[in-house]
């Protein structure tokens, strides 16, 4: 049953995905990116992966806010459709080639959903699942992993944040840009208030 | 204050009444992420989610003014070097960085999985800052470009 | 099957990037890509019947061993999505910069106009 909900899915999200990229609205466009994230919570549901399920929501949400905020009132102006016919083409050819290869790829992988052992003994999921709660203390496993096994992961991945969070404020501030050289080379700050 | 900053009166009654609940929804995902599905991930960002709430229903102003962005840079950094002296008190009581050197303690109660707790609230602080500042300097830009084009 | 579906979202995405024009579209084009590297993180790992990876109270652990599906994809692509939130904040960022000072979201234009 889970395979033909999560293949439905896909297709919804497909769909919601070329209208994301073909409608000429923006606004629409974006609440169509909106439909695509809100399957791919629902499909990670269906896949017993329900800490990621309430992260993409959140996520989701969030995402649909900053692409609104940045577009609404902003663009009003529809840019036409794009590139000249001769490198349409040339791109759909080029990833429809792309799409053959990538399928013959796909037939190395296991088939969905089928596997009987893939959690088997060698593997370090299976020392997770069944040593986490004495060694850890938590019945979340994936908190486990993440807080105690492979806790220096989530220290980069925060540093990684702090560091996007610097680069938001340094592409968007208004002080010591216009000015070029001379403010960044530690003139007061106050004079250069618009 | 402009008087039309915000959205209409229904819009900031539900805000006023709703907020709370999902300012603790996001402290009990973040605090409960060891034992029920969330973390600190989801937790923080439902955190930011409450206050961005503030911010699209009354106004920015009204917003900085509860947190500022000073506030929200005080919180992120703050967090961040929780998070890595938790990692030292790893290293000092424990035997390496980042252990987790605190009792396992009794299955399936809150105070039980030693530093993932407090490890998880650290996160949650600091994906909550960060995302609300972010959020408050992407809208805060286009506040600025309007004054100038007015 | 459920894989190729995946690929197409995957090239979906990709054709956002490369054929449109609008810088908007693009950025919508790389998170739809980021959603399909996600979703086949967490598909190559599922397992038919699989439960959720957490204990419930008064569970065996053997047999919660043998049923549960594999945390530690799930694990890796929940740091992903904070990063790519990230990511996509930054790009925004750049986009907003870049509308600034040209005008425009067009690329072509931005192109044009550069200098």
Sequence with gaps: MTPYIIALLLVFMIIGAIIALEIRDTLAAVVALAAVGIGISIAFLFMGAPDLAITQVVVEVLVLLILIRATISRDVTTIEAGRPQFVMTISVCALLILLLFSLHMVEVLPTFGLQDHMVNIGNPSFHYLSEALSETGAANIVTAILLDYRVYDTLGEVTVLFVALIGVWTVLRKKGRLRGEAVAFGQKEEDDEA | ?150 | MIYGLCLILFLVGFYGIVVKRNLIKIIMGLIIMEYAVHLFIVLVSYQRGGIVPILQEGQSISEFVQLAVDPLPQVLVLTAIIINFGITALVVAIAIRLYEKYGTFDINEIRRLRG
């Excluded at chain 2, 998070?83 to 009792?103: C, E, P, T, V």
């Excluded at chain 2, 299955?107 to 707790?117: K, M, N, W």
């Excluded at chain 2, 996160?123 to 084009?149: C, P, Q």
């Design chain 2, 1 to 150: 204050m402009k008087p039309d900053q915000g959205m209409s009166l229904i819009v900031k009654t539900v805000t006023c009444w709703i907020n709370s609940f999902i300012f603790l929804f996001g402290i009990y995902v973040m605090l409960f992420g060891h034992i029920t599905p969330g973390g600190g991930f989801p937790g923080g960002v439902i955190i930011a989610c409450s206050f961005i709430l503030i911010t699209l229903a009354a106004g920015k102003e009204f917003a900085l003014k509860l947190f500022s962005l000073d506030d929200a840079s005080v919180v992120d950094s703050f967090s961040i070097f929780l998070f890595l002296f938790i990692g030292f008190l790893g290293l000092i009581l424990g035997n390496y960085f980042l252990q987790n050197f605190m009792a396992a303690g009794e299955p399936f109660r809150l105070p039980s999985a030693g530093t993932i707790v407090l490890n998880n609230v650290a996160i949650g602080l600091k994906v909550g800052a960060a995302i609300f500042a972010m959020f408050m300097y992407l809208s805060l830009f286009r506040l600025d470009e309007g004054e100038e084009t007015e």
